[in-house]
């Protein structure tokens, strides 16, 4: 697929149909997380099929119980984790994080250049992800990527304009391109 194709019509997709997905395209997805721009590779992960894991997967709130339904009903959740044991300061506020946001959009557009759905899930309970998925003291989830075959094809957000986003030179220089 060409690039700006992949990177302009990917969208999040929430409903997947029943078909499972297969290991080789796991694993491409995989590979494309291992080429993205790293610092410490403190990435890690977890793919999970399980159905009782992915429903605690799809908890975010302790509370009250709520759920994101997409994340139990997709096929595939690959939970991206950063081990941050050892980790300096800026490790921990910076890098670990950025190295693993651009994991994330290589496993994205990967995906969809495979034609599968996707999603960026952020919203999650933190304890239940990591006692479910037994990570050890200081191996903190990210985020929760749902995949499978895509059953919509996913709604356009409206965005801000390129323009009320960019700066020239130092803040408040604005000029239209
Ligand atoms: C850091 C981050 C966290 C997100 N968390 C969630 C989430 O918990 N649940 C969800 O359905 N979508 C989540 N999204 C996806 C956004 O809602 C989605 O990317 C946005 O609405 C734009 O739509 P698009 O991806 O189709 O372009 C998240 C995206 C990012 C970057």
Redesign the pocket.
Known sequence: MELDQAIRG?????KYTDRDVEDDKIKALLEAAYWAPRVNERWVFIVVRDPETKKVLSR?DAESGRT?P??ANAPVDIVVCTDLRGASERDRRLYAMQEA?AA?QNI?LKAYDLGLGS??????DDDAVKNVLGLPEGVEPI??ISLGYPAES????R?KKLEEIVHWERWGNRRPF
């Open positions: 990917r969208r999040s997709i929430r975010y994101q997409h994340v946001s994330i994205l999603c960026w899930n952020g919203s999650f985020a929760i996913g709604r356009g957000i965005r």
